[in-house]
């Protein structure tokens, strides 16, 4: 695991799990959706309160005076009349009705979980990605505060040789002038630096400023997935579900419904005879749908294009998923490639430099080839560390698409 070296004055690290934790649990996206779940949850048990015995308590007291013969006809009115009843209903023989309404529920809940770990894996590879990114940010500013240093102490070293005469003031000059243009070069990289970290704590939710030391993180790739279980793909599954339990709830809409009613209570319109109007009431109801001017064919051809639109995206999806997975595992193994090759020119940039800090010190090389040796074994590292960020950043995508 390669460690960022500190450019600022840093406090104690963070790592890339750290960071995925708190954006995760700092999301609103993510807290959107588990209160959905719960909300989804709710409604279910509202549903199925829905087909229990519903029970009411009703109350009528009505009063229609004649007066000299006046007033509402007493043989429609009855003059007075008052009630008190509780009623009870309830729909019955709707199995398959209720199974189908809880099937969306549960279809419903499944799409929302799905949606949320989809948001859930995208929100961990921007993290990851943004994370890199920082950490880029830090090694190459750790690099080129590392030649900065070395530099420096080889200028005192040259100071001296020019006083000697080894070396001609110009190119003394000149190292001075380099070692000023690194110093603006480094600056610039603190800048770039804290632009990055900050866009990482805002993309994570945390409002902490202070500068952590970070370290590229030990990403493996994820094994081959099924297909069958990615949530990407699993999209198209609850979609189908879907759209096959719409079509048992349209069907369920025209067959029989029947309902059981009953009531008990208190019924009078001559309060003398009140304690003989207790009493109590039984039925039932059905309802058979006969002609609703060929709605249920409509709806058919609805959910025929909403199946073609669904397999359509399905299909597409496979084939781009093919496609995306081939090609990021093909430029994975060329970045590996490549940073093999660059192995070496490290290996010689550096032997380069630790010869040419030898013949500067007597005097025996130009202070222009120990400054483009320096710059070299640099650039080399500094192309190593990309190369290995590059690395990271494909296997990155490539476990968002097989997680």
Known sequence: MLVCIPVLSLSQGRTLEDYIRQGLSNSPLIKDYDNQIRMNSADSLLARAGYLPQ????????????????????????GQNLSGTINVTQNIFNKKTREAEYNQYGIENRSLSNTRKISANELEKEITGQYLTTCTAFLEASYEKEVLATMKEEGKLLSNLVEKGAYKQNEYLSFRVEIASMERGVNDLDLQLRRELATLNILCGISDTSTHTLSLPDLKE?????????????HFVIDSLRIVN??????????????WFSDAGLVNNEPKYIYQN???????SMTLPVYDGNRRKLSYSKLKSSEDTRKNYEDFFLLQYSLQLGQLEN??????????????????????????????????????????????LMEARQNQTRYKVRE??????????RH
């Not at 994820?222 to 699993?234: A, V, Y």
């Open 331 to 376: 430029e994975l193994e060329q970045t590996r490639h490549l940073a093999r090759d660059n192995e070496e020119q490290v290996r010689l940039a550096t032997e380069l430099v630790s010869q040419d800090k030898i013949l500067l010190n007597v005097g025996s090389v130009s202070v222009t080839d120990y400054v483009l040796a320096m710059k070299n």
């Open 278 to 284: 207790f009493g109590i009431s039984l039925g039932m």
């Open 222 to 234: 994820k094994g081959h997935l099924q297909i069958e279980n990615s949530p990407l793909f699993h």
């Open 55 to 78: 029970v009411n308590v009703n109350g009528y007291m009505m009063y229609a005076p004649v007066i000299n013969g006046y007033g509402y006809s007493e043989p429609i009115t009855n």
């Open 392 to 401: 990271l950043q494909i296997i990155n995508e490539v476990n968002f698409w």
């Open 246 to 259: 719409e079509k048992v709830r349209i069907d369920r809409k025209y067959k029989p419904s029947f309902n």
